[in-house]
């Protein structure tokens, strides 16, 4: 079963999360993704793991030029505007996929997605050779140390050993325990030489928090990420 297989069961279950009031995409995650987008007046964005498309949508309505979003479940939202194409295939490879080749993007998006790339090099090269000048690769990743914390404490292990660790990490999904997501582990270090490996320089790494008003509001998502520490982001340009 190849990595993204699992989410053409869990592809509903993830939208019906994301859009509760108290989702860590809506508090969290979302409002530090647009604010390294920018203003997408007149961007062209290539949106790659891009769920249901709902994200593309809200780009072209609020001025892009044209999105692109590529999922491997096919599950999207219905009648999109006329500047928003919503491809179903594999992000491993995205200049192989007839409608992106040959074209460039201001903002290239891995959102959640890069751990499902066959090769993250690969695909992160191939995404770069899709930058058009000033382009910038944005790409957001759970903190390794998120499960470095679970695996400790299923395994009854340490932090270092399991940040370390290089077996392939199996979980029930947060979205759908009859799901089972396998991924390998990355450590900081992993992601950063990967983005090197690619021709790409890190212009920007963020780890966002919550506002104080979202803390006191969702007071179980801030214990959440007091001991899971939530995502980071990283900007990415071509060297
Ligand atoms: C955690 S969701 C994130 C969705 C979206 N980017 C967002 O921010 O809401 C991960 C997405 O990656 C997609 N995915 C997994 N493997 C994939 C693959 N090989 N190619 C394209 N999409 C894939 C899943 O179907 C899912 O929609």
Known sequence: MSVGEPWRDLASDYEN??????????ILEWPMQQEVIGDPQGLRIL??????????????????AEVVGVDITGQFVPDPPDNVRLISGDLSDP???????????????????????????????SAR??????????VQRSHPVRFAVERAEVNGTSLGEEYYST????????????VTLTRKTQTIADMLNAFAAAGLHVERAIEPQLTPENQNRYPHK???LNRHLGVVLFVLRAI
């Open 47 to 64: 949106d790659l793991g891009c769920g249901s498309g709902a994200k593309a949508v809200h780009w072209a309505r609020h001025g892009a």
């Open 167 to 178: 077996d392939p990490y199996q979980y029930a999904s947060r979205w759908n325990a009859n």
């Open 17 to 26: 999360a994301r859009q509760r009031p108290d989702s860590l995409d809506r």
């Open 95 to 125: 200049d192989a996929i007839d409608e992106i080749r040959g074209r460039v993007y201001d903002r290239i998006l891995f959102l959640q997605s890069l751990s499902y790339a066959k090769d993250q090099v690969h695909t992160l090269r």
């Open 129 to 138: 050779g899709l930058l058009a000048p000033q382009g910038r690769i944005i």
């Open 222 to 224: 801030q214990e959440w």
